[in-house]
Structure formats: C-alpha cells, structure tokens
C-alpha cells in the first residue's frame, strides 16, 4: 500500500497570506488528523476528520482550518499567516474505528511564513 | 488528564548500550500505547506498539515495558546504534482516536 502522501512538502509564504496544504491518506484510511510540529511545542493536534465530518479538534485559532473530501483526502487551510505558524505540518490517517488501530504519518509539508 | 509525560528530554548512550525512555499518563481510557521514530524532516514512523492486556512487547532490539498500575510505559533500546539518533515520541490513544502524544526525546548514539 502507498503511504500518506502531503503536498507540498515546502512552502514559502509571507505574512498574511493564506495557504492550503494536502494531504492524501493510506487507502482505506477514513480518518486524517492534522499536527504542527515546532522545535519548542512538539506535535500539537489540530484536527481530525473522519468520514468527512470534523471529529476532534485541538486549541489552535480559527484561522486554521480543514475539511476532507468523500474520497478521505484532507485539506488544512491557514489563513492570515503569522511567523509563528512557519513549522512542519503533518498529516496522519488511520481506520480509527476499533483499538489499536494506529495512525500512519506522511512527510510533512515545511512551511515557512516570511 | 490528556497529557502524556515523557523523560528525558534529551539522551546521549554509547553504542552498544541500552537506551531507556519513559512516558507516563492519567487518562485510563487510553487503550493502545505506540511509540514514534522521527529523523530530521522526516515525519514519524511507528516503532512498535503495546495494549495494557500486555506487560511488556519486544521487536528486534525494541522493547515496550507497561505497568498498567503505574500507568506508565517505556522504550528500551538494547545494543543501542548510532543509526538509532533520531527523536522519540509515545503516545497514546483510545479506541483509535484522539491520540495525545509526549513532547519527545532527542536520542543520540555516539559511535
């Protein structure tokens, strides 16, 4: 099976502008959450979608947001760009229906707010 | 009670010597208990993985050690390699959702 598959994998952007990243999970994989990583906060949770439905959603502003299409492939939008958003944002699928079902991460997409 | 603790933050082993992480958490709900690996940008990969109806899983030179009462689980790393550097993360998750992940440690094997 394909892993996850983020596009793009960098981004250049300044600050307020809006982008939008992609993010296509394993296939058979429902579900996609989405991470920012930065060197001081670690993996913090964005959000999951699950069937098309956000499910869960982590402590980050409004202007981050998300959606995901009927075939489970993800988009996260960020709008009005900060330069504290520049970070690695990562994407997981998993089934997420039963336990142990785990999530599977894709590259990242490296964006950098100028 | 979603928080998951990790120790050290950083941790420097010789090669050939046992590299040993620990997490901890509060939430007994969580069911499934995974352990990442992350080179430099890259994203994390799984590692190996444990359930609490187990005290402890090894894979190759990883093992998981799981003390349900102490909710408490750690990563050994036996015969520890320089290819090993790279950064840990645990994590921990119900019936396959909302998965809390520790703030990482930073291995690195000196040759």
């Known amino acids: 099976k394909a892993g996850v598959t983020q596009t793009p994998r960098y981004l250049i952007k300044t600050r307020g502008q809006q982008v939008t990243l992609s993010c296509s999970p394993i296939?058979?994989?429902?579900?996609v959450s989405w991470y920012q990583q930065t060197p001081g906060q670690g993996l913090q949770f964005l959000f999951e979608y699950f069937s098309e439905t956000q499910r869960n959603k982590g402590n980050f502003p409004g202007r981050f947001s998300g959606r995901q299409f009927s075939n489970s492939r993800s988009e996260m939008n960020v709008s009005t760009l900060e330069l504290g958003d520049s970070a690695l944002y990562l994407c997981?699928?998993?089934?997420?229906?039963?336990?142990?079902?785990?999530?599977?991460f894709g590259p990242g997409t490296r964006l950098t707010v100028l | 009670q979603q928080q998951v603790k990790q120790s050290p933050q950083s941790l420097i082993v010789q090669k050939g010597g046992i590299s040993i992480i620990n997490c901890a958490y509060e939430n007994t709900a969580f069911d499934y208990f995974p352990w990442y690996q992350q080179f430099p940008g890259k994203g994390p990969a799984l590692l190996i993985a444990?359930?609490?109806?187990?005290s402890e899983k090894k894979e190759g030179r990883f093992t998981i050690s799981f003390n349900k009462s102490a909710k408490q689980f750690s990563l050994h790393i036996m015969d520890s390699q320089p290819g090993d550097s790279a950064t840990y993360f645990c994590?921990?998750?119900?019936?396959?959702?909302?998965?809390?992940f520790g703030p990482g440690t930073r291995l690195s094997v000196l040759p």
């Open positions: 997981a699928s998993s089934l997420a229906v039963k336990k142990g079902d785990t999530q599977y």
């Open positions: 994590a921990a998750s119900n019936y396959g959702q909302n998965f809390v």
């Open positions: 444990i359930r609490p109806d187990v």
């Open positions: 296939s058979g994989h429902r579900s």
